[in-house]
């Protein structure tokens, strides 16, 4: 069982993740964010759980979809935005965008726009964490299950256990690559076999379990910082919005019925907070404190906002 405290953060961070992302796509559309977004609302387990287990003297690195696990990594919300506006006071000075965050005072390494491209960069940075003498730090590599069919995964799979590297490997599946499922991509071979095959250990959650995600995410932590890594955690999931961009586009049909109601009776947040009540926790202070998250959030957006339009102001652009 996840302590009610636990459960209570948890559930915070994944209500600012959905938050943050819907105010990012709900503000798109004034075209005053000029890169593409990949949001994860509907993804908000795997961050949200991170965010509980994951050390400050750890470290991490994501993909192109990576504004949840820059928060999770308790990445500033004001520099995420102000660097989707292209400020210099945005985490990567306004030059990387939605793509490309970087936060190396909390950990958070960096993330990039290429498939798989941080797959071998995190295996390098556990590389280095391996050599450094009772450092006892793990780098944790996030990454679509569309990354696993490059080959750079698998490399970097090989060489982690052949090194026995602090590393954990953190793949959200969420069924498709822009609009083409698991099958047609991937075949009937699933994942866990292929892992197995390089001797790595390897754990899989589905349905959106958070507290066997959470049970399992401690014990692989554990046991890679006793010196028996690495781990791959594969976790199914759901994007409720488009592959890039804010829209919904369930109306291309390329996710029949079935599944959509599969994700939507397991939407993360209504569980937690669902589990959250039958503790003790009083529904109100729910509302207030989430009330009170998305006054904050806005508010820092809106700033935001603000600062870009002098910006642009100042420059004389139109």
Not at 41 to 59: A, N, R, T, W
Not at 110 to 121: C, D, E, H, L, R
Not at 140 to 166: I, M, Q
């Amino acid at each position: 069982m996840i302590p009610q405290t636990e459960l209570f953060n948890i559930y915070l961070m994944a209500f600012l993740i959905r938050s943050v992302e819907l105010t990012i796509s709900e503000n798109y559309y004034k075209e005053f964010v000029r890169c593409p977004i990949h949001l994860s609302i509907g993804q908000e387990m795997v961050p949200s759980v991170f965010s509980s287990l994951d050390k400050p003297k750890d470290l991490a690195v994501s993909t192109h979809r990576g504004h949840a696990h820059f928060l999770g990594k308790r990445g500033s919300i004001r520099k995420l935005f102000d660097e989707i506006h292209g400020l210099p006071s945005g985490c990567s000075g306004g030059n990387g965008g939605s793509m490309h965050l970087v936060d190396t005072e909390n950990g958070f390494i960096g993330s990039t726009a290429i498939v798989a491209n941080t797959v071998p960069i995190g295996v390098g940075i556990s590389e280095a964490q391996n050599l450094l003498t009772n450092n006892n730090s793990i780098t944790t590599v996030f990454l679509g299950e569309g990354a696993t069919e490059e080959g750079v995964f698998y490399e970097s799979l090989n060489y982690a256990k052949l090194r026995n590297l602090p590393c954990i490997f953190v793949i959200e599946n969420n069924n498709f690559s822009v609009y083409t499922s698991l099958e047609p991509r991937q075949g009937k071979f699933n994942l866990e076999k292929k892992i197995k095959g390089f001797c790595v250990n390897y754990i899989f959650v589905d349905n959106h379990n958070y507290m066997s995600l959470y049970s399992k995410w401690s014990q692989a932590l554990d046991m890679v910082r006793d010196g028996k890594g690495p781990f791959v955690i594969e976790v199914m999931t759901h994007r409720y919005r488009e592959h890039c961009g804010p829209y919904i586009d369930d109306h291309l049909d390329y996710r029949d019925e079935t599944f959509l109601k599969k994700w939507k009776k397991f939407d993360i947040l209504d569980l937690l907070k669902n589990d959250l009540i039958n503790t003790g926790i009083e529904e109100s202070y729910l509302s207030k404190k989430e009330d009170q998250m998305i006054k904050f959030i806005k508010n820092e957006y809106k700033n935001s906002e603000i600062n870009y339009l002098k910006k642009r102001e100042k420059m004389n652009i139109n």
